[in-house]
């Protein structure tokens, strides 16, 4: 069975992240996960750009990562998250990185799989609110 809820660290992709992102010792986890939803090639059946769901979701857990490291985590953050937080908050953030993941959300809310997938859902207006709490963060 697996994970599905509103929040960015409940679902299984994001999960799966982070699995990942506890044997990296570097933003190149994060950044990766960003330039995906950025700097991604549209899918060629699509005349625009269109992201699927799952790296979507990991560009979501490396926003909040990102937002954790500025000193805005999210309550509840996973253990994991926060222990890897803790170990690299040396890690410089600059203006790119935070404009990186500010773009990566808007797309994501603009035209993604993911974005349908909840659009479909009587939970839609609440995965809106913790994206733009995410936003709000950052």
């Known amino acids: 069975m697996g994970a599905w809820g509103i929040g960015n660290f409940e679902n299984d992709d994001a999960l799966d992240w982070v699995y990942e992102l506890e044997k990296s010792n570097d ?11 950025n700097h991604g090639e549209p899918a ?4 625009g750009a269109y992201h699927d769901a799952s790296d979507c979701a990991m560009a979501l857990a490396a926003a909040e990562v990102i937002a954790a490291l500025r000193g805005s985590p999210l309550p509840g953050l996973p253990e994991e998250v926060a222990a890897w937080v803790e170990a690299y908050r040396h890690l410089a953030l600059n203006k790119t990185v935070l404009e990186e993941a500010r773009s990566a959300l808007s797309a994501i809310l603009k035209e993604s799989e993911l974005q349908e997938l909840w659009a479909e859902t009587d939970e839609y207006e609440s995965w809106r609110v913790v994206v733009a709490d995410l936003r709000r963060r950052l």
């Open 27 to 37: 933003l190149s986890m994060v950044l990766d996960a960003l330039n995906a939803i």
């Open 44 to 47: 060629p059946d699509m005349s």
